[in-house]
């Protein structure tokens, strides 16, 4: 560990917590489009900007100066905005899941073989389609929104097949773990959670973990 290293980790760092006051500002301005009252709790307001340069500094640390660094840089800003957009008013804007899906194409079609991403996205947006349609039919009511489901063929497109299977499995075990907590608190079994953040987490946690 050199202190070049370090030093880039902490001032990528801080180019992470600049752009990610960028996404909360995105975010209010997405909102108020949407006719949504943006909140104005801490979490809400510094919550973006602390988390996209704790998650720069790490993948600087882990990647170094590289092209591969300013890419994934590019869609850690569009999860952390999942993230904390679809905690305050649970929805994922088609707004920033179309273009970012777009651009997650194009970066796929450059890797080995490169239809793997396009199958991954068809695959995962289809599967939570199919989760959707039933959880809405047996549950009668929303258990999976339509922005989870293009979430997911936007995981597939940026992180490809095996790796989606692993970000989607560390957001379950994420969600379940923080829907037992809210079911011994509350004591009872009303009530849902968005899943959203917990998939964008997932997700953050494949990336850092993917080859360059």
Do not use: C
């Not at 899941?97 to 991954?120: C, K, T």
């Not at 063929?153 to 969600?175: R, W």
Request: hydrophobic share 60%; no cysteine; glycine share 12%.
């Amino acid at each position: 560990m050199s202190a070049t290293t370090i030093l880039f980790s902490i001032g990528w760092g801080l180019v992470g917590g600049a752009a990610g006051w960028f996404v909360r500002w995105g975010s209010v301005k997405l909102a108020r489009m949407e006719e949504l009252e943006p909140g104005s709790l801490r979490w809400q307001v510094v919550g973006p900007p602390i988390l996209a340069a704790l998650v720069f500094g790490v993948f600087a640390f882990q990647l170094g100066a590289t092209p591969t660094l300013l890419v994934r840089s590019l869609f850690i800003l569009v999860l952390v905005q999942v993230i904390f957009f679809d905690f305050e008013h649970r929805l994922i804007l088609d707004r920033v899941m179309f273009p970012a899906m777009a651009v997650a194409l194009l970066v796929s079609l450059f890797r080995d073989p490169w239809w793997a991403g396009i199958a991954a996205g068809l695959g995962a947006g289809l599967l939570f389609l199919v989760l959707a349609l039933a959880g809405s039919a047996i549950f009668k009511t929303e258990a999976l929104g339509f922005g989870d489901v293009k979430f997911a063929a936007f995981m597939g497109l940026l992180l490809g097949p095996l790796p989606t299977v692993q970000a989607v499995f560390y957001g379950v075990v994420l969600a379940g773990v923080v829907s037992i907590v809210i079911i011994a608190r509350q004591r009872n079994l009303k009530g849902t959670i968005a899943y959203g953040p917990y998939l964008a987490a997932g997700a953050l946690i494949v990336l850092l973990l993917l080859p360059q």
